[in-house]
């Protein structure tokens, strides 16, 4: 298969001009050959998914996170990476989240994805909910709330755009962030919230392929 029209579809999904200015979507790594047998999907390219690409035959990596610098020892293969181009996408990265989480999705405002709930739930349902895909979670209640009806997502890092609504779910919540909150925050873990990506990135593509076998680098 050609690696351009694989890439076609996900730029055709999340536009590669969408992200973010400081990002590095795109190819990390381009081969001369434009063909490929067997694409790698992962959420982030390290030495272990790398190795588990040789091993497995894999000719192309699809990742989540990007390469902000590349190691010589990467050259041989193909690397095409889509961050925030689709943390942006509809459909995309905190879509895919709330999807799993039995959640339907209200609105957006940028990053963030609102579920606006009819009737309100407890703060110990959303709890259980997120135990589900996040069991070291964490989570501050500072203003002592019992029930939530309006909820914020953003898969990732995304604290600082905490605020507007009755609880937030991300990732990478910082202790002066938590401290401040003035309303229920729950820090899923930043693996968490988006190992759902190698995922979403077959599914966009409509090729079979491999997913990475990847863990949090927190026990």
Not at 16 to 27: V, Y
């Amino acid at each position: 298969m050609n690696k351009y029209d694989i890439v076609r579809r996900i730029e055709e999904f999340a536009p590669i001009e969408t992200q973010e200015k400081w990002d590095c979507s795109g190819w990390g790594i381009e081969t001369s050959n434009p063909y490929i047998f067997t694409p790698l999907f992962a959420l982030t390219v390290t030495d272990d998914v790398v190795r588990q690409a040789r091993e497995k035959g894999c000719d192309m990596i699809i990742s989540h996170h990007p390469l902000f610098y590349v190691p010589l020892e990467y050259k041989d293969i193909n690397i095409y990476c889509a961050h925030t181009n689709l943390d942006l996408a509809e459909g995309g990265t905190t879509d895919t989240l709330i999807k799993k989480l039995g959640f339907k999705k209200t609105r957006n405002d940028g990053f963030v994805r609102i579920v606006e709930l009819e009737t309100p739930i407890t703060v110990d349902e959303l709890q259980e909910k997120l135990l589900k895909i996040s069991p070291r979670l964490r989570y501050v209640n500072n203003c002592g709330a019992k029930t939530v009806r309006t909820i914020g997502f953003c898969a990732g890092s995304g604290s600082e755009f905490i605020g507007g609504t009755d609880a937030f779910v991300t990732g990478d919540v910082k202790f002066h962030t938590a401290l401040e909150a003035k309303s229920v925050v729950f820090d899923i873990g930043h693996f968490e919230s988006e190992i759902f990506a190698p995922e979403l990135l077959r599914e966009i593509t409509g090729i079979d392929g491999v997913i990475a076998d990847e863990k949090s680098p927190f026990i």
